[in-house]
């Protein structure tokens, strides 16, 4: 983990002045590669609700950091999979990464969300989302979010 926040504070200080979707720096062939599987989950899986494509790019041995989704592809497909109804991948990102690093087998994508202001909920202010996977053998094995514990959802009658 030290590793990973290291990769991204250097690599993140570089890139504090560079426009909106812009890739910071050179990638080797494999950290295309790598960026190719983490567009798989974070477009195609979560942003147009494809979970079917998991098998694809998650490992079965998946580590999942954040908090409220279980680790292992399989808790990842049953709880991504609730209430989600697949729609047509298209080549367009539905909220595109406003910054995307490649760092060996790592790949970050920072994204923009608008969420109500909790000072006052007329009010929308943006706030910078952000994931990190770490990509072996062609499949993402590990995963990782600022998101914060959530209660859990009331029980269904």
């Not at 979707?21 to 899986?45: F, H, P, S, Y």
Request: hydrophobic share 35%.
């Amino acid at each position: 983990m030290n590793k990973i926040l290291a990769a991204i504070g250097m690599l993140g200080l570089a890139s504090l002045t560079l426009p909106a979707q812009k890739i910071v720096g050179d990638k080797t062939a494999q950290e295309k590669k790598n960026l190719d599987v983490a567009t798989i989950e974070m477009k195609d899986i979560l942003q147009y609700g494809h979970i079917d494509l998991a098998d694809k790019a998650i490992a079965p041995e998946y580590i999942q950091h954040n908090p409220n989704v279980p680790t292992g592809r399989d808790g990842f497909k049953q709880f991504m999979s609730r209430g989600r109804t697949p729609e047509p991948i298209q080549k367009e990102w539905k909220r595109p990464p406003t910054l995307i690093i490649t760092a060996g087998p790592y790949v970050l994508l920072m994204t923009d969300v608008k969420a109500k202001d909790p000072a006052d909920p007329s009010q929308e202010y943006t706030r910078d989302h952000f994931d990190v996977v770490r990509v072996e053998k062609g499949l993402i094995v590990e995963h990782w979010d600022e998101a914060r514990k959530q209660p859990p959802p009331p029980p269904t009658k």
